[in-house]
């Protein structure tokens, strides 16, 4: 018994801002934060798209200049962001409803479930790159 009350508790505290980049978070947490990261980008970026979407409704001409902007290559790499925000936003909602129904929210089952997510977002990426790219 005296071993068991000498042995030291481990001492958590909260960590600073500079011991961020130390800091060693796991998949769900990096998951989450890129959830937000994403979310933020779609609500800053709807603006926008919007004023997009409404030239490319308005009139041919309007459309036509629409297109032909569309075929810069950093235009196209706006795209593919624009393209990852939105499916990993999308794909981190529906881990969130699955873990609603409770499947997936055990200790071992989490970051396997944020793997699976994390993995199958970066794949429809990779597809939508490649569409965007003209590539398939």
């Known amino acids: ?19 961020i980049v130390r800091y060693r978070l796991p998949l ?3 998951m989450s ?4 990261i ?5 609500f800053l970026t709807l603006p926008l798209l919007v004023y997009i979407f409404d030239l490319s409704i308005t009139s041919e001409l309007s459309y036509a200049q629409l297109s ?4 810069h290559v950093l235009v196209k790499l706006v795209l593919v ?3 990852w925000a939105f499916i990993h936003h999308f794909m981190g909602g529906v ?4 873990n609603d129904l409770h499947i997936g929210i ?3 089952a989490s970051p396997k479930m944020a793997q699976g997510f994390l993995a199958a977002s970066l794949l429809v990426t990779a597809l939508a790159a490649l569409s965007i790219f003209e590539v398939i």
């Not at 001492?11 to 600073?16: K, L, P, S």
């Not at 881990?95 to 699955?98: A, D, G, I, T």
């Open 81 to 83: 962001g624009l393209a």
């Open 28 to 30: 769900t947490g990096i």
């Open 95 to 98: 881990r969130h409803l699955v």
């Open 1 to 19: 018994m005296p071993e068991a009350m000498s042995k030291r508790r481990p001492e958590f505290r909260n960590i600073h801002v500079t011991q």
């Open 38 to 42: 994403s979310g933020a980008i779609l």
């Open 106 to 108: 055990t200790k071992e």
């Open 33 to 36: 934060i890129l959830h937000r």
């Open 68 to 71: 032909s902007a569309a075929d």
